[in-house]
């Protein structure tokens, strides 16, 4: 278990009414665009401001925001990108998920952007290098949606050998494939044998949840996706309520009845973003700001989810626990 902090910066319809002020000719315009919802990124949103106030911006004095949620419907970043570029923003940021990355960096080429990723953003296509991204684009990647071995691994310690094992997955993810190829890989390893579920909306989701019943599955892992992000009690309610041990990618799982969590601090990516927005208001380029990487992956176990399921936790497991809820 690596316990390092976070590298420090070098620091529904999606069309809503903004929430923050119109902007003035003198005061700069941030588009935050986000494939999750703002019910679920309240403290996310907080720490970009926390982030944005310690480079000199607050919200309303001398920059003004403007948000756009996607609420876990990626089809519908595109034309929440392109009315950003239209609004001519001073930076654009591409946070909540590899897709509203995908679609910031495919909106404009001349707009410096800011991205919040859980994959390579080298691979995707947003930069050249970490050190050097050379082109409109810096931001972040949590490596979250490289863990699933990891998590996989950790459930398997908890909830035992050779259990039936659902896997939650969103098959719109731009990253869906390989994380998929990577949880059977991992199954193949650990001899854990895996029902698929797959969800990209509601009526979706409620037909995996069947699915999982139906299939009997004695454990869950939910695959790191935003949209699962943004209905996160559905399915903290629906593992309570079939009393599956169940892993997720962040602690707000965890904080919120969740079992165990595994992955980075996603606060910590929120307000290292909100870090360098400031500094490309005042001049800096994208190009010279590296990509910032965790070096924490935090594990967290909630006790009282364990003892309601019946559930001891070993002590080895506890004893690498970053944080326990009890």
């Known amino acids: 278990m690596r316990r390092r902090a976070f590298i420090a910066g070098v620091a529904g319809v999606a069309l809503e009414a903004p929430t923050a002020l119109r902007a003035q000719p003198s005061m700069p315009l941030i588009g935050f665009m986000s494939g999750r919802s703002p019910e679920d990124s309240a403290h996310l949103v907080a720490a970009f401001r926390e982030g944005l106030s310690e480079a000199g911006f607050i919200e309303g004095q001398n920059v003004s925001i403007e948000f756009r949620w996607a609420r876990g419907k990626y089809d519908l970043l595109p034309t ?49 290098s970490f050190s050097r991204p050379g082109r409109n684009a810096t931001g972040y990647t949590l490596w979250t949606n490289e863990m699933e071995t990891k ?59 069947s699915s999982l019943v139906r299939e009997q599955v004695r454990a869950l892992l939910v695959a790191a996706d935003p949209y699962f992000d943004t209905r996160r009690e559905q399915i903290v ?38 870090r360098y927005a400031g500094q490309i ?46």
């Open 151 to 209: 998590r996989l691994g950790l459930l398997r310690e908890l909830a035992g050998a050779g259990l039936s094992t659902g896997i939650l997955q969103n098959p719109s993810n731009v990253l869906a494939a390989v994380q998929l190829r990577e949880i059977e890989a991992a199954a193949r390893a650990f001899e854990l044998p895996i029902s698929i579920a797959k969800a990209s909306n509601d009526s979706e989701l409620q037909l995996a949840f």
């Open 80 to 128: 929440l990108a392109a009315d950003l570029v239209v609004r001519k923003v001073a930076v654009l940021m591409g946070v909540g998920g590899d897709p509203s990355a995908r679609a910031a960096k495919t909106a404009t080429s001349m707009i410096p952007i800011i991205f919040g990723v859980g994959g390579d953003p080298i691979a995707a296509g947003l930069v050249e």
């Open 237 to 274: 309610g629906f593992a309570a309520q079939n009393r599956l041990p169940t892993i997720y990618q962040f602690r707000e799982f965890a904080l919120a009845g969740g079992l165990i969590s595994y992955g980075p601090s996603i606060t910590d990516g929120y307000r290292q973003a909100g």
């Open 281 to 326: 208001l005042k001049g800096v380029k994208p190009a010279d700001l590296p990509v910032l990487q965790p070096t924490k992956f935090e594990l967290v176990i909630n006790l009282s989810t364990a003892k309601a399921l019946g559930l001891t936790i070993p002590p080895t497991l506890l004893a690498r626990a970053d944080e326990v809820i009890e």
